[in-house]
């Protein structure tokens, strides 16, 4: 999978996530372990989620890392950054925090650990935030 479709797969994965989330809230606060169990008990959400992983478990990220950084050198055109338009800069800080994002230890560990209540956490509440304000912007770029 390329860094476009990891993007994509983790963004779809987060809005499932989140959608459970929504509906397990006890006293004002999100119940992780609730939310996995529903996300996991609903047989279609189980098989789509548990298909991202293993596409993201299969996929290179250091690879994926490497064609981001590719499209910030092909954006730069050997000019330094001050030289950038502000459109070109704003892209150049997306395809930054994309790189950001994939190179997170938070976000292997994610990947390896399969939808637990802490990886749960993480990508509603970090993860997803980051990407869907970057996505529009990144995904076009790379594809």
């Given amino acids: 999978m390329n860094a476009a479709g990891i993007i994509q797969a983790l963004i779809t994965l987060g809005v499932t996530v989140k959608g459970a ?13 609730k939310t996995v169990g529903s996300v996991l008990g609903d047989k279609s959400t189980a098989a789509s989620v548990q298909q991202i992983f293993q596409d993201l478990q299969g996929s290179d990220i250091d690879a994926a890392i490497g064609e981001v950084q590719a499209k910030q050198k092909a954006l730069l055109n050997g000019r330094p950054l001050p030289q950038l338009s502000n459109a ?17 230890s938070d976000l292997k560990n994610a990947i390896s650990s399969g939808l637990t209540a802490g990886v749960a956490g993480f990508i ?7 990407l869907t304000s970057i996505a529009s912007i990144v995904i076009p770029l790379l594809l």
């Avoid at 929504?22 to 119940?31: P, V």
């Fill in 21 to 33: 989330a929504a509906n397990n809230i006890t006293n004002g606060n999100i119940d992780w372990a």
């Fill in 88 to 104: 070109e800069m704003l892209q150049y800080d997306d395809l930054v925090d994309a790189q950001l994002a994939l190179a997170t």
């Fill in 124 to 130: 509603v509440n970090s993860l997803l935030p980051y």
